[in-house]
Structure formats: structure tokens, C-alpha cells
């Protein structure tokens, strides 16, 4: 069973930045796509970036495109994303999403339905 840990949420204010983290165990992650998802308060769960964990390819939201980057360290089964010039919009609960046998693209184009596993979700708040 997968199992995924997010940590690094927080309070920063707009144009700073954040990185969290995503602790991934329970499998082998060779065939898998790994993604962060958000949900803002009164909104449906949004795609936000995802990466091939065999290739390294990635695929962004055109809302965080060049601005947030998504990675991974093989060694340690855990997935980045570092957040630059945050902006108010990008206060949510963000999730950790593991799926099998897919790829970056197709996590970021299915959304939700293409997702197998979540973590617990942390908090994001960019307010001055």
C-alpha cells in the first residue's frame, strides 16, 4: 500500500517562496507518476504539477508554469516543489498524488480520476 507524507506547508508572503516535500513509501515508484494537486476553501481539487518518476519528465498547470517546479531524489522516494513568487491565489491545501503506470502528462490532463493514492494534505498561505 502506497503511503505519501507531505510536510513544508506554511504562512509566506506574496513573491516569497516555499518547498515541500513528499515522502513516498510502500512501493516501487519506477512506474509511477508523482504529483501535488491543491484545493482551495470552496473549490474543487486542482492539478498543479506532476513528474515521471522513470524519465524525470514533468508537466505544470499553466497557472504555476514557471514559477513552481516539481522534482524528485530517487535515493530518498521523495518528491519536491519548490514555490517562487508565490501569489495570494496559491493558498490551498496541498496534496501529494501517486499514480501507477502513468505519466506526468496524463496525471496532469485525466486530474483527479487518474490519482491512486493521497497523502494528508498540508496547509499553504501566502498573505501579507
Known amino acids: 500500500q502506497v503511503q505519501l507524507v507531505e510536510s513544508g506547508g506554511g504562512l509566506v508572503q506574496p513573491g516569497g517562496s516555499l518547498r515541500l516535500s513528499c515522502a513516498a513509501s510502500?512501493?516501487?515508484?519506477?512506474?509511477?507518476?508523482m504529483g501535488w494537486f491543491r484545493q482551495a476553501l470552496r473549490k474543487e481539487r486542482e492539478f498543479v504539477a506532476a513528474i515521471t518518476w522513470s524519465d524525470g519528465s514533468t508537466f505544470y498547470a499553466d497557472s504555476v508554469k514557471g514559477r513552481f517546479t516539481i522534482s524528485r531524489d530517487n535515493a530518498k522516494n521523495t518528491v519536491y516543489l519548490q514555490m517562487n513568487m508565490m501569489k495570494p491565489e496559491d493558498t490551498a491545501v496541498y496534496y501529494c498524488?501517486?499514480?501507477?503506470?502513468?505519466?506526468?502528462?496524463?496525471?496532469?490532463?485525466?486530474?483527479?480520476?487518474?490519482?491512486?493514492?493521497w497523502g494528508q494534505g498540508t496547509q499553504v498561505t501566502v498573505s501579507s
Open positions: 510502500g512501493r516501487t515508484f519506477s512506474s509511477y507518476a
Open positions: 498524488a501517486a499514480s501507477s503506470f502513468t505519466t506526468a502528462q496524463t496525471m496532469g490532463v485525466s486530474g483527479t480520476p487518474r490519482v491512486g493514492s
